[in-house]
């Protein structure tokens, strides 16, 4: 018999399926199905009641209409009403309707979860089920405050069944995810961790994954888990393939639950207990000695499962990365993998390759690899496979095969799909300057990726050859004449138009001696690809020529006369024209030392991390470029940079992230020479801007009851914050906006505490942000200060403010009951307990303004507790990490009088002062 | 983690969509035609992995998915799954279904959606892996079906007629 019978579904459901499908075209379709919504409203609207059957029978209308893509806004409450009924079917359909369709309307949440308790305490195991899955599918805060008591009983109870016991373990795991600090585990973890000696496989396949994910957060609490992990683990791997019954999947024994328990091992060390370690070994070494075994089926399914448990063994040994000998068997496994004729082994293989390149046991081992992955990247089929292969070609990579894996990368993007193309060239660029021992390959491998794949190369990547080409006396000359030459052909990308521009413009002068190459010739070449250039590589060009006037005053004439024609003076662009004023003024007017000092060459860069390496992870995600590999890319980009002591300091160079070549921020001769600053502060900033601006300070006590907001404003810059709070955690976001047109430079921020640095530099308008990761360690009463300092024109800017951050906002709200409230009240009488104020109110005493204020403040409000309607009372936790302080408050207010009573309790004194000063000024 | 679970015809049809995080209705369907964009134009025999697209979480997550003559099921797990764990798991659900049908085809899901749910609620929960075993899970479906009989009156319908004329299984390609 099928466990689905056909015949007994719903007629009218049934001919409306029909009838869509029989819909010749879209208009059609929406018509029809509008017809039909109209239809269940009006129903669900009318006076008649409607029985079970059809509210069934319209609910799962309403599911499929949602499945086609129609937004569904109603029904939630007749769904309510089925799932509260007492037939199975209709409790069934309800449930599912909610969890398809979750609405986080809090009055359903809170009908909804009267019928979840009911269906709890029913000791009817579906029905118990059926709850446990709603409030998995749903994992809101409100179902986690009222079941994340309740959910640990029910898995750990003795008489509890096991299907039960499965959803519970997922339903927990689902709310502690939501919401980690409702779920307390304490009492419970031992008897969690307990369920995986648990006769019935399902249990613990269920409870391993909440045990994983608590064990990845506490793992000290959870360490007792890994032995029972591996004996089971050992139980599995050595029985027979008929000892597990049903969990045998195709000759396979659990298949599912050893990677999982495998996965689990993952997140803890190798276990310091011998003998364990020695099972677990054991363990490992049957795994690998059965991937040599004849296969027992030749079903497909039979070798994923097989291979399933293989991959995660060999990922848990390159996770200990201490046994030389497995991972040798490991990395000859996957070699294997490399070759296998089932794609998915070989995407597999390379991508486990991968992690496995970067131990130090096995790093020799992957690179005896490295043909079959050239290969790969050149012969794979699918797309995914060959993304693998360029992700381990990079991991594989070092000084002793670099040219050849870079090379093999190049050759492979003629050819590359569009999708991965940007990060290929990435890839290249990094390893390139990673590995880079002789720097005319450095220089050429780029050019070669700008002719190859130039729409792919970002600013960062020609940014970087720019900056290490300055860094770099002794590369230079050969730089300028590659780029001659590379510009040699007719058609070449734009990027490499704006790199050959800028060295020739710096470095032109080293080449010029040769004929070919003469300052006319290279300004001929350079003005050949203008006017197919856009707005920001004509401006660097133009840049470009006003340096040639000062390295070749034989050019001069030349220049002058195309600065002078109408399509440069008179151009539409702004930039455009203002630059070839400027740079005809500058050079008519300017005697040749003035000219030398402004037209300087440029400083050598700071050093710093590359900026291509930051672009890369950002592009793949934290993770994806291990730390490890960081490291090594700074200090080997600062050998890169050592080349360059020559004077010039960091702060008095344009800042180097944000703006390699001034482009963006007005003529670049602003930015070009440190030795002339003060000269060009004068010709191009609007001086005269100076600290005694009038400005506008927001006084901190206005973020008692509030987290966003302006916390500074002057003429130059306008400060904004938005913070939010979790416990004892918080975090705040500071944007520093620069109102002016000009920019601000050198600009640093210090705080008491710690946080992250902010860009030093803020262009004319522009907004920087800065993270400040807030924890409240103990009660304070004195807020942190946040100084700022930053050169806005030449004068320095020096502020400094109070961060709003003050003990309330890290209140956890209390609901409690009148009687609890009284009771906890009483319990807090000490004197020293208790501050009191009693003041004269200083804003309109409004109603809903106070409550909105006390919500503010992040307590809970208490409705209907103070027998007086008019007062006010308030509960909330402290939480600081060194210890929670429970916080009871009242306020009174006086109308007649215009006054207010504030009474804090708590049971530390010096917050129940600091608490009252807060209040007090707030009303 | 498995963060959605859909199943899709040929033309990109949506038959079932499951999923475990929160989405806005309209970005769901996005998800679903966006995944059907990047599965679809694979070649068969090509492997059974790729990056997620942008709007899932890009290469944070991984597309699992299986071709079954007219539908494809896929899917969309975060890195703490095993691939070709879930492949299994793909497997078994098809197999269950093919079971609790008895010959399982796509018209099978399009008339009974709400048991399709069901059946998967009884294989995952909350995005984690809930129970593997099939004949724990028929064992479980069964049971409610005979709740459900011994509450609803049997009707008849046209689905039969309907389902004679259903010509593709796609029963045929399971094992």
């Known amino acids: 018999m099928p466990a689905v019978s056909k015949g007994d579904g719903m007629r009218g459901l049934a001919v409306f399926i ?247 091992l993952q997140c803890y060390p190798p276990p310091e207990d011998g003998a364990v370690k020695g099972r677990l070994v054991e363990c490992l070494e049957t795994i690998l000695n059965k991937a040599q075994e004849p296969p027992k089926s030749k079903k497909v399914q039979h070798s994923n499962a097989k291979n399933a448990i293989l991959f995660e063994a060999i990922s848990l040994i390159i996770h200990y990365d201490s046994e030389p000998n497995l991972l040798v068997r490991a990395c000859n496994q996957l070699g294997q993998f490399l070759q296998h004729r089932e794609t998915n082994l070989r995407y597999l293989a390379l991508e486990s390759m991968c992690t496995l390149a970067s131990s130090e046991f096995s790093h020799e081992a992957v690179k005896t690899h490295i043909e079959t992955v050239i290969n ?194 008179r151009n539409s662009d702004v930039e455009l024209q203002q630059r070839a004023v400027e740079y005809l003024k500058l050079s008519s007017i300017a005697s040749t030392d003035v000219l030398a000092t402004v037209l300087e060459e440029m400083p050598p860069f700071p050093e710093r991390e590359s900026s291509i390496l930051a672009k890369l992870k950002k592009k793949k995600g934290p993770g994806a470029v291990s730390v490890n590999e960081l490291e090594e890319g700074k200090r080997e980009g600062g050998e890169l940079n050592g080349g360059g002591e020559r004077g010039g300091d960091s702060s008095s160079t344009p800042s180097p992230s944000a703006d390699l070549l001034g482009l963006r921020a007005g003529p670049p001769v602003t930015a070009a020479a440190p030795s002339a600053g003060s000269l060009l502060v004068d010709v191009f900033s609007e001086a005269g801007v100076n600290d005694d601006v009038p400005f506008l300070a927001v006084p901190a006590c206005l973020f008692v009851c509030k987290n966003n907001g302006v916390l500074f404003e002057n003429q130059l810059l306008q400060i904004g914050i938005k913070s939010e709070y979790r416990q004892n955690l918080g975090r705040m976001y500071l944007f520093y906006g620069n109102k002016t047109s000009v920019q601000f430079v050198t600009f640093t921020t210090t705080l008491n505490v710690q946080a992250k640095p902010v860009e030093p530099l803020i262009e004319g308008g522009a907004q920087v942000q800065q993270v400040i990761n807030i924890e409240c360690l103990t009660d304070f009463s004195d807020a942190p200060l946040l100084n700022i300092k930053f050169r806005y024109g030449g004068a320095l800017q020096n502020l400094t403010l109070k961060l709003p951050v003050t003990i309330n906002k890290f209140f956890q709200p209390t609901e409690m009951a009148s009687h609890d409230f009284f009771q906890r009240w009483k319990q807090l009488s000490l004197p020293q307990q208790e501050a009191q104020k009693i003041f004269k109110a200083n804003h309109a005493m409004d109603t809903e303004v106070l409550k909105a204020k006390l919500l503010g403040l992040g307590m809970a409000l208490l409705e209907n507790v103070d027998p007086n309607p008019e007062n006010f009372v308030c509960a909330g936790v402290i939480q600081t990490k060194a210890q929670q302080v429970g916080s009871l408050l009242r306020l009174e207010p006086n109308a007649q009088a215009q006054m207010y009573r504030l009474t804090v309790r708590s049971s530390k004194d010096t917050v129940s002062k600091r608490l009252c000063e807060l209040l007090a000024e707030q009303f | 983690m498995i963060k959605a679970i859909l199943i899709f015809n040929n033309h990109g049809k949506p038959r079932m969509s499951k999923f475990y995080e929160h989405y806005t209705e309209d970005t769901e369907q996005q998800i679903i035609r966006e995944t059907f964009h990047l599965v679809s134009k694979r070649d068969e025999n090509v492997c059974n992995f790729l990056e997620g697209g942008l709007l899932i979480g890009g290469s944070e997550n991984k597309l699992i998915y299986r071709h079954y003559a007219t539908l494809y099921f896929v899917f969309c797990v975060d890195s703490s799954e095993s691939e070709l764990g879930i492949l299994d798991l793909i497997q078994v659900f098809v197999e269950t279904l093919d079971k609790c049908f008895e010959n399982v085809c796509e018209l099978d899901l399009i008339f009974h959606l709400d048991k399709v749910h069901n059946i998967l609620a009884e294989m995952v929960m909350g995005g984690m892996v809930l129970e593997t075993n099939m004949s724990e899970i028929i064992t479980q479906v069964e049971a409610q079906g005979k709740m459900e009989k011994s509450e609803t009156l049997t009707l008849l319908f046209i689905w039969q007629s309907m389902r004679q004329s259903q010509a593709s299984r796609f029963s045929s390609k399971i094992s």
């Open chain 1, 376 to 569: 790969a990247l050149k012969t794979e089929r699918d797309v995914s496979v060959r993304q693998r292969a360029a992700d381990l070609l990079y991991a594989m990579c070092d000084r002793s095969n670099a040219k050849q894996i870079v090379a093999e990368m190049l050759s492979y993007l003629e050819t590359a799909d569009y999708s991965i193309r940007e990060e290929m060239v990435l890839k290249v660029a990094i390893l390139a300057e990673k590995y880079a021992v002789d720097y005319s390959w450095y220089v050429d491998t780029i050019l070669n990726l700008i002719r190859i794949a130039g729409d792919y190369v970002s600013e960062e990547v020609w940014y970087r050859v720019i900056q290490i080409v300055i860094n770099r006396d002794d590369v230079q000359g050969y730089a300028a004449k590659t780029v001659f030459e590379a510009l040699q052909a007719p058609a070449c990308h734009e990027n490499m138009v704006k790199v050959g521009g800028y060295i020739l413009g710096e470095f032109g002068n080293l080449i010029a001696g040769d004929p070919r190459s003469s300052p006319l010739v290279q300004f001929n070449l350079l003005h050949s690809k203008f006017h197919l250039c856009s707005v920001p590589t004509r401006a660097l060009l133009l840049s470009a020529y006003i340096k040639f006037i000062n390295l070749f005053p034989e050019t001069k004439s030349t220049i002058q006369e195309v600065l002078r024609s109408d399509s440069q003076i």
């Open chain 1, 18 to 264: 029909s009838d869509i499908r029989n819909c010749k075209s879209k208009e059609a379709e929406i018509k029809r199905i509008n017809k039909e919504l109209a239809n269940i409203r009006s129903k669900f609207k009318g006076d008649k009641a409607l029985d079970g059957y059809s509210k069934k029978k319209y609910v799962c209308k309403l599911l499929f209409i949602f499945l086609l893509g129609h937004d569904i806004d109603f029904g939630h409450m007749e769904a309510v009403n089925l799932l509260s009924s007492n037939k199975y079917t209709e409790k069934q359909i309800g449930y599912l309707f909610i969890s398809v369709l979750v609405n986080s309307n809090s009055e359903l949440i809170r009908l909804i979860n009267n019928a979840i308790k009911n269906d709890l305490s029913s000791r009817n195991p579906t029905f118990m089920c059926l709850a446990l899955h709603c409030i998995a599918n749903v994992g809101s805060r409100e179902m986690a405050e009222a079941f994340a008591g309740e959910i640990p009983r029910i898995l750990v109870a003795g008489d509890t069944m096991d299907s039960v016991k499965q959803s519970a373990a997922l339903c927990l795991l689902r709310l502690y995810k939501t919401s980690p600090d409702l779920v307390l585990m304490g009492e419970w973890t031992s008897r969690v961790v307990h369920l995986l000696n648990d006769q019935h496989m399902g249990v613990v396949t269920a409870a391993i994954s909440l045990i994983t994910c608590l064990s990845q957060k506490n793992p000290d609490e959870f360490k007792t888990c890994v032995s029972l992990a591996v004996s089971r683990l050992s139980r599995i791997v050595s029985s027979a393939s008929t000892d597990l019954q049903d969990y045998t999947y195709y000759f396979v024994p659990a298949p599912w639950l050893s990677c999982k328990l495998l996965r689990l």
